[in-house]
Every structure is written in C-alpha cells, then in structure tokens.
C-alpha cells in the first residue's frame, strides 16, 4: 500500500485545514488507518485512527473535539478535518494505514512521506 497525504499548510490559530491521504494498491478496505504527527523536537504521536467500515475511531485527546478523521472507501482515501486549530498543533502530520485495528504506531504497516502543518498565533 502506498500512501500521499497532502493538504497540509500555514493557518492563523482558530481556523481549518482539511488533510487527505490517498492509497494506492493492496485492499484499502481491509486497513485500518490512522493520523499521526510530529513536532519540531518531539517524537512522533498518535493523532487520530479509523477502523475498516468507519464502525470506529479514536482521538487523542489533545484533538477530542476539534479533529474529525473519515474515510471513503470507494475514493480510497482518508481524511483529517482539523478545526480550532492552536499552534501546538504545528507538526508533520502523517497517514498509516495498519492490517488490523490499533492506535499503536508501531502496527502501522504503511506510511506516508507526511504533509506539514503550521498554525501561527
């Protein structure tokens, strides 16, 4: 499976960006996907997860309520809906996409080259 997300950008704080990441070969439907990020100097963290069918998702909590991750199977691509936005939520933010449902990122099989996102104050 590869992967490219894209979407990423520069954003005043309180505003929106929307992230896609489109996959390309293996059975996009039979993966579990996630959202992780990066920030300059820290290590990478979970962001947000989908489940196969979307029956499921998972935020951390420093994005509950604020970040919505969908999918469309038929587009094979997965999104990240990201509003209110605060600049600790400056980071290469990065697609995953895992054989079987999990908000650990080291079962994440597949990545994404990442898309930067700042948010200035």
């Known amino acids: 499976v590869q992967l490219q997300a894209c979407g990423g950008g520069l954003v005043q704080a309180g505003g929106s960006l929307r992230l896609s990441c489109e996959a390309s070969?293996?059975?996009?439907?039979?993966?579990?996907l996630g959202w992780f990020r990066q920030a300059p100097g820290k290590e990478r963290e979970f962001v947000a997860a989908v489940s196969r069918w979307s029956v499921t998702t998972l935020y951390a909590d420093s994005v509950k309520g604020r970040f919505t991750i969908s999918r469309d199977n038929a587009k094979t691509t997965v999104y990240l809906q990201m509003n209110s936005l605060k600049p600790e939520d400056t980071a290469v933010y990065y697609c995953a996409a895992a054989r079987a449902w999990t908000a650990t990122m080291g079962e994440y099989d597949y990545w994404g080259h990442g898309t930067l996102v700042t948010v200035s104050s």
């Open positions: 070969g293996g059975t996009f439907s039979r993966n579990a």
